[in-house]
């Protein structure tokens, strides 16, 4: 599994969990990997796969481990954003979650790079507005 793959997991668990009670969401994270693959269209028209969960064992729990992780730090991690942004989606607040986490704690991710793949996480489940708005925070935070 790439980085890019671990990473996009982990936005997607990251995202899902704020949508379930807290008693829930340790079972809700596991319902994750048992989740069928699926496909969409893209904006040209072509079907493509956007979730697929076929993982190994020892994959699931890398990813598991770090959304618990990150999951745990939230408080940690929403000060530090809400220093430079109040209002925004649960999309970008879960892609910002996640990059501010890597930047953070994560000594194995450059700054530059947890940058860049936040901007790719926007362009990819964000709206058109949401890469811009996802570095000019981050940059704020660098």
């Known amino acids: 599994m790439t980085r890019r793959e671990l990473r996009e997991h982990c936005f997607k668990m ?3 969990s704020e949508f379930y ?3 829930e969401k340790e079972d ?3 319902q994750y ?3 069928p693959e699926e496909e969409d269209a893209n904006p040209e028209g072509a079907e493509e796969v956007v979730h697929c969960v076929e ?3 020892a994959d699931q729990e890398k990813i598991l481990q770090r959304v618990e992780s990150i999951m745990s730090k939230i408080p940690e991690l ?3 954003i809400d220093q430079v942004a109040r ?3 649960k999309v970008e ?3 910002l979650r996640l990059a501010v986490y890597e930047m953070k704690y994560d000594d194995q991710i450059p700054e530059k790079v947890a940058i860049n793949e936040a901007v790719e996480l926007a362009k990819k489940f964000g709206g058109s507005d949401a890469p811009a708005f996802i570095n000019g925070i981050l940059a704020k935070l660098v």
Request: aromatic share 8%; charged share 25%; net charge neutral.
């Open 78 to 80: 929403d000060q530090q």
């Open 93 to 95: 607040l879960a892609i």
């Open 55 to 57: 993982l190994k064992e």
């Open 14 to 16: 990251l995202f899902g």
């Open 28 to 30: 809700q994270l596991r």
């Open 33 to 35: 990997f048992l989740a």
């Open 21 to 23: 009670p807290a008693e």
């Open 87 to 89: 209002r925004m989606g």
